[in-house]
């Protein structure tokens, strides 16, 4: 194993201006103690310390362009022109991330009249040649995609600089359709406009690729001109010949570039730690001068741990020990265990014989309870509820970060590998042999053990021990008990559904070409356009740089001057529905007739659940389309239905409690339509009955707009008024209720002292930027202080009501099943004989879940299918 030779070669001209890019709204945040921007050396610095935990390189390289003039300005003196100013905010920081690397140990190399592309390249092929084991690009550029080979693989920074798409032979091949030649060969074909590559006229990625999937190449496809028939595309070929062969040389790397340095001088040797200590310092890295400072102290050791094949003895068992359970991907309700270990700082026991578990004595401390649960019950083990969740304690003290266990190992100076080092990414993920993948599994036990104790200080400091005790882990057992239910989904109304579709899809596309006058590809943006910018002239309201814009806002707004705007819109919407809830859910129906969601926990700052694997919270209501995708959804038996309750207008009755609004709370209190009321007060209308339908919906959008902080421009799209009449709203708004404006007003103002904002239930929201000096990114914050409150207090009054109504349904010895959770929306499947009696128990629960300065009320709907209880 410690001879394996791995290459790590990276392009640090395009990763640096892509980290710039990166964090360029939180520039203002990236300031060092000198006053230098830093915004590109931290994300430069943040990828690279990623790349390197994940690839464990024994060579590195960074390469950086040596200037603009290079051989190919000479063979094309327009190569790379028209380019934007480099920012100076940019170039102020390129000294110091060569500063860094120099830090880090790594090599670093430029080459006057080359580019970092041919750097690279010749040093991957040096190292093809060689004896290396594997080699890894990293760039912000797919042009390098061309140098995969099967021991070459190019990661492409995505996102910025967070996240890489992973280029292999066999994955260019299964996205375009292309060799690594062909690549090179499209380039040339259909030109780089951000390195201004010309190209062949008129020809772009998609007919570039068909060209090459018929003919093998540039040269087969010239070769084979005078074949094809006569058509613009082959006079602008002929016409563009020459520029096309200049292209594909351009655009080819150099892989014999004359490089002054060997693969021996990019040995990597590890880090610098007196210069990175004090580059930290001077940059104002404080968190990472603490990993710095913690790992020049720690010295990584073999861990103890003991291999249990048949029988867990007594002694190696106590309650207050940590359980955690692996599986290799994140779908659990498919994924298969691999292997689980257990244990405290008196010792720690690893498995991988799932049979141990059925008469196991689980501790009171896992990670991921709702995980160990569920996997568990497929193999009919029970998993009784713990008392501590390293995860979902770790979620409520911070959410910035992600809550892997190697994270959580980080934020208290501990080592854990992450588990992308350990099995792979992608297609290369794999259960690694035993030795590896147990020790593994030893120190995630390690590092859950050490950090209960900080992770208990930092929640009991912030007054959330309670929030985690009473409400996340006992929603966590209530979760796991509705995933494993399932909900009941007909495929046979789906595919009903599913042709009825494909009819009206079938049909708009008829009325649109009619409209059109003409063939296309609705689905393709740039004919879209054409067709409505060019052909019938429509006024273009926005632009993209490849073309028109032809999002949803432009054509709503394009809709009211031609049906066929209309028609397209409809065409969209339907054809979303198609593959996302009826192709999509169709494919998620298991064995057992049923769709398990998973409902994430410790992901939103609100506190709100999502849902994947399927995503049941989107499926679209306002569409009478996709509500009909709720039919499929049907009770277990047919003595059974659907029950929906769902709170009415609960964030506007948290909002009436958090800011004591008397005006809001006497509306609430009488029972009044609260639209209805604000258009009267804001409207300026004596009675109920005069308020027309129009105004209410008006004052409805008021009521949400203004407390999520929506502008008068904001409110005059939405409304489709004036910005003048929208101003004139939301100033009148605050006049009549002043306590509602009290309430941002000063709920801004703690934020900017406090730095967060909490729940009616201390659930905590950070605001870093709250006093950020960028007038968009601190205007964001303000509305994220007025909005978190409440939207994350009525998320937790919804948990305390699901872990209530879960205690009652037991308690009362019913045989209702609580199934789903949708937003303000509870879904339970009733036995027909309970129905009465669990209706009033639901509705009561919900209710009295907190008791609030107005009334919580429920509407309850039931049915044979979601749709018709909703």
């Known amino acids: ?138 760039s912000g550029d797919r042009d390098l995609t061309q140098l995969t080979t099967e021991k070459t693989t190019v990661a492409i920074t995505i996102k910025g600089v967070a996240e890489l798409e992973i280029y292999t032979p066999a994955y260019l091949l299964e996205k375009l359709g292309l060799t690594t030649a062909q690549f090179i060969d499209l380039k040339a074909l259909m030109g780089d406009k951000s390195d201004n590559i010309p190209g062949v006229t008129k020809i772009g990625e998609k007919t570039g690729i068909k060209l090459l999937l018929e003919y093998g190449s540039l040269q087969g496809i010239y070769d084979n001109i005078e074949q094809m028939k006569v058509s613009k595309m082959k006079e602008n070929l002929i016409n563009d010949r020459e520029q096309a062969f200049l292209s594909k040389e351009l655009a080819t790397i150099d892989l014999t570039s004359p490089i002054a340095i060997g693969l021996e001088d990019t040995i990597y040797t590890g880090v610098d730690y007196d210069k990175l200590k004090k580059f930290y310092q001077e940059m104002g890295f404080n968190k990472f001068l603490e990993e710095l400072e913690g790992a020049t102290e720690k010295v990584v050791e073999a861990i103890n741990f003991t291999v249990v094949e048949e029988t867990v003895t007594d002694d190696m068992f106590d309650e207050n020990q940590f359980f955690y359970l692996e599986i290799l991907g994140e779908d659990y309700h498919r994924d298969s265990i691999i292997g689980f270990a257990w244990g405290d700082e008196t010792g720690i026991y690893v498995s991988k014989n799932i049979a141990l578990l059925k008469s196991f004595n689980f501790p009171k401390n896992t990670y991921d309870f709702k995980k160990n649960k569920v996997l568990l019950a497929r193999h009919a083990i029970a998993y009784p509820v713990v008392e501590f969740d390293t995860m979902l304690a770790k979620y409520l003290y911070s959410t910035i970060e992600n809550n892997k266990i190697s994270t959580i190992a980080g934020l208290f100076g501990l080592d854990l590998p992450d588990d992308d080092v350990i099995y792979g990414k992608g297609v290369k993920r794999a259960v690694p042999f035993d030795e590896i993948l147990f020790d593994h599994l030893a120190r995630k036990i390690d590092v859950l053990v050490k950090t209960k104790a900080p992770l208990t200080d930092k929640l009991r400091e912030n007054d959330q021990e309670k929030l985690l005790s009473d409400m996340e882990l006992p929603l966590a057992n209530v979760l796991a008990k509705m995933e494993i239910a399932g909900i009941k989904v007909s495929g046979g109304v789906l595919s009903e559904i599913g042709i009825e579709n494909e009819k ?173 009321s604000t258009a009267m007060r804001v409207f300026g209308i004596e009675k109920a009955e005069d308020v027309t339908p129009n105004d209410r919906r008006n004052a409805k959008a008021v009521n949400f707009g203004v407390v999520y902080g929506i502008s008068d421009f904001g409110l005059s799209n939405n409304l489709g008024i004036s910005r003048k009449a929208a101003k004139n709203y939301i100033d009148t708004y605050f006049e009549r209720y002043p306590d509602i404006k009290n309430y941002m007003g000063n709920t801004i103002r703690e934020a900017k002292d406090k730095g967060f904002v909490e729940t009616l239930y201390h659930r905590r929201r950070n605001l870093p930027d709250i006093n950020a000096r960028n007038y968009s990114v601190r205007s964001f914050a303000e509305r994220t202080a007025i909005n978190s409150p409440i939207q994350g207090s009525a998320a937790d009054i919804l948990k305390v009501a699901m872990i209530n109504l879960d205690k009652n349904l037991t308690a009362g010895g019913f045989k209702t099943k609580m199934l789903l959770q949708v937003h303000d929306e509870i879904v339970l499947d009733v036995p027909d004989d309970e129905l009465v009696a669990v209706k009033k128990l639901v509705k009561t629960t919900m209710e009295d879940a907190i008791s609030l300065d107005v009334p919580l009320l429920v509407d309850e709907n039931s049915g044979k299918t979601w749709y018709e209880a909703k």
């Open 1 to 138: 194993m410690t001879n394996i030779k791995k290459l790590l070669l990276i392009d640090g001209s395009s990763i640096a201006y892509r980290a710039f890019f990166a964090l360029y709204t939180q520039i203002d945040r990236f300031i060092s103690p000198s006053g230098l921007h830093n915004n590109a050396i931290y994300a430069f610095h943040t990828m690279l310390r990623n790349v390197l935990a994940t690839e464990q390189p024994t060579h590195v390289l960074v390469a950086f362009d040596a200037g603009k003039t290079t051989f190919r300005t000479e063979m094309y003196a327009d190569y790379k022109g028209g380019r934007a100013k480099t920012p100076d905010e940019f170039r102020e920081q390129l000294p110091f991330i060569k500063e860094m690397l120099a830090a880090q140990g790594i090599k670093q190399y430029e080459l006057a009249n080359f580019e970092a592309d041919d750097i690279i390249g010749t040093l991957a092929t040096l190292a093809e040649n060689g004896d290396f084991d594997a080699i890894t690009v990293v």
């Open 504 to 676: 009206v899809i079938e049909n708009l596309t008829a009325e649109i070409y009619e409209l059109a006058g003409e063939v296309f590809n609705i689905n393709s943006p740039k004919q879209l356009g054409v067709i409505l910018f060019e052909k019938m002239g429509l006024p273009i309201i926005k632009k993209t740089k490849t073309g028109y814009s032809t999002a949803v806002d432009v054509l709503e707004q394009l809709a009211p001057q031609a049906p066929i705007v209309d028609k397209i819109l409809k065409f969209r919407q339907i054809s979303k529905i198609q593959s996302t809830y009826v192709t999509g859910l169709l494919g998620e129906i298991m064995a057992d007739g049923k769709i398990h969601t998973r409902y994430i926990q410790d992901l939103t700052q609100t506190g709100r659940l999502s849902s994947v694997n399927p995503n049941l919270q989107n499926i679209p209501v306002r569409l009478a389309e996709g509500r009909k995708i709720r039919k499929a959804f049907i009770p277990e038996n047919a003595s059974s239905v659907l029950l929906s309750s769902d709170y009415s207008q609960i964030e506007l009755r948290v909002l009436a409690h958090i800011s004591g609004d008397e005006h809001l709370i006497s509306a609430f209190n009488n029972g009044a339509d609260i639209h209805t």
